[in-house]
């Protein structure tokens, strides 16, 4: 499940330094691509303390950095290490703003996300679960090494309203079925509403209902917009 | 075959990254959650304490009344119930004011109205009206000052809370006749209150339990008196809320002196 709508090998870069925090962005990637991830949590910290909010830090900061990140590895102009790098300097950076995060007043809707086994594509969808988070959600997280029955049981417990299930290869597409298959196949649990997401289905936006899924968000405004639609 | 290998460990990195955050986010989230209970048991508690404390008040004040002004005409066992009565309601009416202080300090609503105040005075009018109690045990409570008067920046009833909580402690765990000493040391930037007993001493295990709310240490008074087990937790964030710290010495057998700190100036 992605945030935005990312061209795959895309040529421009995704930080503009006169979009919203645009210059805020480019300062961050620059730290992180400097390997000076300190300087990277200044930044965000820095804008913090000025006012800016964390779901905007979220969408005009980690997103398109994110983004700009997943571009440059593609086109080879930084490697797998540096790659790696980027993102878990920005997965650590986002978890200092989770007090910020578990305040906000809630809504009584739960959502419970998850990658599929082995998905190591993992932080948009962790995005999307904490801006939900930040809506007034209650979000459980459940990475990308829980298996389907844990995830079923992890529904009922939680009385979640919403699945959010995110997956990025075609490799993947079987497990996101025995997921869904398995949810449906609880009694306790079939009602709850299955959105997809992620580059798999980005790629294939049908498939997702193909394989019974009831919506496909593109980005985290759309996963919440239709979360809020399905359970109207 | 390097590169591939390279991959597999950046991979492995990342899975363990990834599980990492997920717990992370997890524990934050769970703390958080934890908060919002510990507020509302605050709330609760001290709604309830504050419903419970008047119509305690006046139990204990009527029992007061009936022993002082029926106690003769009672037979010895009717007296008796009238005495527990009493002492069970003083009981509880301390239990539900530690209760209300302790849900008002976690709420963070600890409030010190502070003046320069003469400690020495304080520390006189604390051993005065704990030594009187403590006749009961046959126990000296004495003031050792050294002849220093200094003036403390302070809430003079919070620290006298602590001076009563403090040696009232000294007595209850102490024996019979085994004297209390209340030590007062001033250097250029704090004074240093300490409160000696002869009693039995407080084993290592439970010194890290002394200071925390609603726990329960293997050290009962010598003649059943009863404790709530909050007054500790409050004395230590009152000590605190003016600067100072708290800690002590014991020896199982041998006593305890706690000490407390506060900043002059």
Excluded at chain 2, 236 to 246: A, C, D, L, Q, T
Aim: proline share 3%; hydrophobic share 45%; charged share 20%.
């Amino acid at each position: 499940m992605m945030l935005s709508n990312c061209v795959p090998g895309s040529s421009h870069s995704y930080l503009a330094g006169d979009a919203l925090h645009g210059q805020l962005a480019q300062l961050y990637l620059t730290a992180l691509m400097q390997g000076d991830r300190p300087a990277a949590g200044r930044a965000v910290h820095g804008a913090l303390e000025r006012g800016v909010s964390v779901p905007e830090l979220y969408r005009y900061v980690f997103e398109p950095a994110q983004y700009e990140v997943g571009r440059l590895w593609e086109t080879r102009e930084i490697n797998v290490a540096q790659e790696h790098y980027c993102t878990a300097a920005t997965q650590m950076i986002m978890s200092e703003l989770y007090p910020h995060i578990f305040t906000s007043q809630k809504s009584g809707r739960t959502l419970v996300s998850t990658c599929v086994s082995g998905d190591l594509h993992e932080i948009g969808l962790r995005m999307v679960t904490d801006l939900f988070e930040m809506a007034g959600w209650n979000t459980f997280y459940l990475g990308a090494n829980t298996p389907a029955d844990a995830v079923v049981e992890t529904l009922v417990g939680r009385h979640a309203d919403v699945l959010a299930i995110s997956a990025t290869i075609a490799h993947h597409q079987k497990q996101v079925v025995a997921l869904i298959d398995a949810v449906r196949a609880s009694a306790a649990a079939r009602h709850v509403k299955i959105l997809v997401g992620g580059y798999l289905f980005r790629a294939n936006p049908e498939l997702g209902h193909t394989i019974g899924a009831d919506g496909v968000a593109v980005n985290a405004h759309d996963a919440m917009a239709l979360a809020d639609q399905l359970l109207a | 075959m390097d590169a591939t290998l390279d991959r597999r460990h950046y991979d492995n990195l990342s899975r363990i990254n990834n599980e990492f955050a997920t717990l992370q986010r997890e524990l934050v989230k769970t703390n958080a959650e934890l908060a919002i209970l510990n507020e509302h048991k605050n709330r609760v508690l001290g709604m309830a304490a504050h419903d419970l404390r008047n119509p305690l008040g006046a139990i204990h004040s009527y029992a007061g009344f009936l022993e002082e002004e029926a106690g003769a005409s009672l037979s010895p066992e009717h007296r008796e119930f009238v005495t527990t009565i009493k002492d069970l309601s003083e009981f509880v009416l301390r239990m539900v004011t530690d209760l209300l202080d302790v849900s008002a300090i976690e709420a963070g609503r600890l409030r010190l109205d502070r003046a320069p105040t003469d400690l020495v005075e304080l520390l006189l009018r604390s051993v005065k009206l704990n030594g009187v109690l403590a006749t009961r045990k046959d126990i000296a409570v004495t003031l050792e000052s050294g002849g220093a008067r200094p003036m403390v920046n302070l809430d003079g009833g919070k620290i006298e809370q602590v001076l009563n909580n403090l040696i009232g402690n000294a007595v209850a765990f102490s024996h019979r006749h085994r004297p209390v000493a209340v030590r007062l040391g001033v250097d250029e930037s704090t004074v240093t209150v300490a409160v000696e007993d002869h009693g039995q001493g407080i084993p290592a295990a439970d010194v890290p339990l002394l200071f925390k709310p609603f726990s329960r240490t293997s050290v009962r008074g010598t003649e059943g008196e009863q404790s709530t087990g909050l007054g500790l937790a409050i004395v230590r964030n009152i000590v605190e809320g003016h600067g100072g710290r708290i800690w002590l010495d014991s020896q199982v057998g041998v006593g305890s002196t706690f000490f407390f700190t506060l900043p002059l100036g």
